[in-house]
């Protein structure tokens, strides 16, 4: 009975001693052993590890791919044209040792704001020396890859592993956005202006040029109007005179009753002659007397 009494909390305590000296590396993460805050053994590979109880202790990181923004931050390239700038990085804890040495106790924000200090001086570094079009040309992509090579160099020694970083926003300050619209703006007026004052330039031409059609066919049809008139008066004269040829007295016959025709017209018409005119001589008999 006094054996199993002291058996049993023996038992218990070694069991407890027992598992809390094992401890579960998962596949996502890395694992570091510590012994009075010195690193002891690190653990990269998954499964079950020892340590010893009460000295030793486990702080684990995650091994996947991380992802971190920089925010808003104001660059100024070789034209002293300011932009705001986004970026972002994809970044991995490769070093497990040489990231606790460099950020210690303060674990993966401590390191975060390091990186964010790294990106941010090498995205102010590289666009500072070239100028504002090249940032929003086609020259984008080297000018990422420049950024991120130099901050692939700095991050190590924080252990960290850049892998990527992108400009997400690269735009105008906001009163600079507003002096670039208002630029933009006078720039489209002016051009309206010129295509308005072109349009009607050409509108003046193409009226001028009706006009003087205008003019031109009138005055030629007019022309042909009188040559034809003068052609039909000279055929109609012509027709008179072989009629006068022909026959004197019918001629002078017929014109003595155009001109009454034309000449008495309405039923009040009033003439003043003198007796012995000759104008109504076929009035007597159709021989004139």
């Known amino acids: 009975m006094k054996k199993t009494t002291y058996l049993l909390p023996i038992l218990v305590i070694a069991i407890a001693g027992l598992l809390s000296s094992i401890f579960i590396v998962d596949e996502r993460e890395k694992a570091l052993v510590l012994q009075f805050g010195r ?11 020892f340590k010893i109880p009460l000295i030793q202790e486990v702080v684990t990181y995650d091994d996947r791919i991380l992802s971190r923004e920089v925010g808003p931050l104001e ?10 700038v986004d970026a ?21 924000e401590l390191a975060e704001r390091r990186l964010d200090n790294i990106l941010r001086a090498q995205t102010r570094e590289v666009l500072g020396s070239v100028r504002s079009d090249q940032v929003l040309s086609t020259e984008r992509e080297s000018l990422m890859n420049r950024i991120r090579d130099n901050a692939i160099t700095e991050a190590r020694a924080l252990g960290l592993e850049v ?14 956005l507003e002096a670039t619209f208002s630029r933009m703006r006078a720039e489209r007026e002016r051009e309206a202006a010129d ?3 072109r349009g009607d330039e050409a509108a003046q031409r193409k009226r001028a ?17 009188e040559i034809s008139r003068g052609e039909a008066d ?10 006068f040829g022909a026959d004197p007295e019918f001629f002078e016959f017929y014109r003595s009753l155009n001109a009454y025709r034309a000449s008495l017209t309405g039923g009040t018409s009033s003439m003043v002659l003198s007796p012995n005119s000759e104008f109504f001589n076929y009035f007597g008999n159709s021989q004139g007397r």
């Open 39 to 49: 690193v002891v053994t690190v653990k990269e590979d998954p499964g079950l590890a």
């Open 163 to 176: 892998i990527d970083v992108r400009l997400k926003r690269t735009d105008l300050p906001q009163a600079n």
């Open 75 to 84: 660059v100024t390239p070789l034209d002293d044209r300011r932009l705001v």
């Open 88 to 108: 972002f990085a994809r970044y991995r804890i490769a070093d497990v040792n040489q990231f606790r040495q460099a950020v210690g106790a303060g674990g993966v």
């Open 195 to 197: 295509e308005i004052a």
């Open 209 to 225: 040029q009706a006009d003087r059609t205008v003019v031109e066919l009138v005055s030629d049809a007019k022309r042909q109007s």
């Open 234 to 243: 000279a055929q109609r004269n012509a027709i008179f005179a072989d009629a």
